[in-house]
């Protein structure tokens, strides 16, 4: 297994113009443990090809994956083919940089009126056909467990099933499942097949009055990221788990802390190679 760092542990660094894609790359390769990066479309800008393009060549970094922003809870279909595009815009993107990973979502909340079905359906459909374009590149989608139709192992392995393509799995990440009222550990224990991908991070319930960036949950209960193994998820059980399956794809850390990004992302990097150490030939 190797690691990467996704570049949404760094995020204020690139919403405040601080850092270029490329600064992030050789940001991860001066001062991390990572082999790789996630990129996003919600940060990649055109003119920077290049310069990546540089950064990836000077510093060995690879380009795990990309991780597109798609939505396709919208009733009007002309948005639902946006969401579909922007979908391909990120395989694209995968393929100059020779990833074979893209993360996915599914959609958010149903608009006022919309049954919970009918979404879904289009949910279905949309990923259907983004996963059919990828096939063609010999690219996965990967699916993040993220939000109120995918956010439950089963809610994600429905919508596999329905979607019926070997280039639609999982992105499995260690986090989220808290925030729907499920363990991650069963959650892994339902999706492990199915999982080509993997979101490593860390949470810590915290209370009403916690001043910091938190995340409530479909139960109500509200939770704070902390740098990677310094939280409440057996990290340690689901890489042994994962390890003992086969898998032997990337571990994308993303870092959601109030600490600063840099030490956050680091720190999470460095534990998840300590626990790596530690696992069986």
Known sequence: ????????????????????????????????????????????????????????????????????????????????????????????????????????????????????????????EGLREAAAAAAEKDIVLCLENHGVFAGQAGQVQAILDEVGSPYLRSTFDTGNFLLVGEDPTAALEALGPQVAHVHFKDFVPVDEGYAGRAYTGLTGERFAGRIAGEGMIDLPGLLGRLHQDGYRGWLTVEYEGDDEQKLGAAGSLANLARILEGLPA
Request: hydrophobic content about 45%; glycine content about 6%; charged content about 25%.
């Open 1 to 124: 297994m190797n690691m990467a760092l996704s570049i949404w542990s760094c995020h204020t660094y690139l919403q405040n113009g601080q850092w270029t894609n490329a600064d992030f790359i050789r940001f991860v390769a001066q001062e991390t443990k990572a082999a790789g990066v996630e990129l996003l479309t919600y940060f990649w800008k055109g003119e920077e090809l290049e310069e990546v393009r540089k950064a990836l060549a000077e510093t060995r970094i690879q380009v795990a994956a990309v991780g597109a922003s798609n939505n396709f809870s919208h009733p009007d279909p002309q948005r639902r083919r946006a969401e579909v595009d922007e979908i391909l815009a990120a395989v694209h993107l995968a393929e100059t940089f020779g990833a074979r990973i893209v993360r996915v979502f599914a959609g958010d909340r149903p608009p006022e009126g919309y049954a919970f079905d009918e979404v879904k359906a289009w949910i279905v």
